[in-house]
């Protein structure tokens, strides 16, 4: 017979595989791009039907889920979305950093983030659109990107060591996204070698086909990359005079941004 206190401890181990299952269920969900059936998910999940069922009822009550009512399949709504953005203000540079995401907008007419890195992927934390123009790409606040592939994340790679490089690679690798995607670690380092003496990254439609963004670092007291601010573009208007100008106009907000948290080293 258990005594009480294994039997608590036994039910907290059983808490922790139930929640262990319900991240699981929402993380394989992210990568289901339309609705999908509960046979499949389970399938993708390799997870019986019957325990996926109650999972997703539970999701549904909280709405997380939602249900077509015509073919039952399901999907993820844009709650998590939302808990994203709200994420996005824990961070206490947000507010300080936001007004040169919406600077760099103005400026350019174009679509401009700031990103931080977590759990070596990047994280946008502030998005804003050009005045008169909507990107519609991948960014919106709370999505996560690869670092391998993107000018922000790029960006944050300077802050990494031999060892962490290695481990970038085994836990996600660097899957190709497009025909211009930097996939061999040894390429990769020589490129960000090249963003350290220029002093900003570019994404040439490595993330996006038919999108290029330049982006900059925003350096803290360490002279560390504590976040990244980019503006992203269709290449068919980001043209090397315009990319020069973008570049020209963003270091010097890479300079007063660095300022602000803390950055008195020389001239970025």
């Known amino acids: 017979m258990q005594t009480k206190t294994q039997k608590q401890t036994s039910e907290g181990i059983k808490k922790n595989q139930s929640l262990r299952k319900a991240l699981r269920i929402l993380e394989g969900m992210t990568e289901i791009s339309t609705p999908a059936r509960l046979q499949d998910i389970a399938k993708s999940l390799n997870m019986p039907q019957s325990t ?12 997380y889920v939602g249900q077509e009512p015509e073919t039952s399949c ?23 950093l936001s007004k040169y995401v919406k600077q760099a ?49 790029k960006l944050h790679l300077l802050n990494y060591s031999d060892a962490q490089f290695r481990e970038l690679e085994q836990k996600f690798g660097f899957p190709r996204y497009t025909s211009h995607t930097i996939t061999d670690l040894e390429r990769l380092k020589k490129e960000i070698s090249l963003i350290r003496k220029n ?15 330049v982006a900059v670092p925003v350096l803290d007291f360490r002279d560390r990359v504590a976040a990244a601010i980019s503006v992203s573009a ?32 020389g001239n970025l």
């Open 52 to 63: 996926l069922l109650r999972f997703l009822n539970t999701f549904i009550d909280f709405g």
């Open 74 to 96: 399901y999907y993820l709504t844009l709650k998590l979305a939302e808990l994203g953005s709200r994420t996005g203000g824990n961070y206490p540079f947000r507010n300080s």
């Open 199 to 213: 002093g900003y990254a570019m994404d040439n439609e490595e993330c996006e086909e038919g999108v290029r963004c």
């Open 105 to 153: 907008a103005a400026a350019f007419n174009e679509s401009a983030s700031l990103c931080v890195e977590q759990n070596m992927q990047m994280v946008y934390i502030v998005i804003e659109e050009g005045p008169a123009r909507m990107l519609r790409t991948l960014h919106r606040i709370g999505h996560i990107a690869p670092m391998h592939a993107t000018g922000v994340g």
């Open 234 to 265: 269709p290449a068919a208007r980001m043209d090397k005079k315009r990319v020069d100008e973008l570049i020209l106009y963003l270091k010097e907000i890479s300079r007063q941004a660095s300022q602000e948290l803390g950055f008195r080293g």
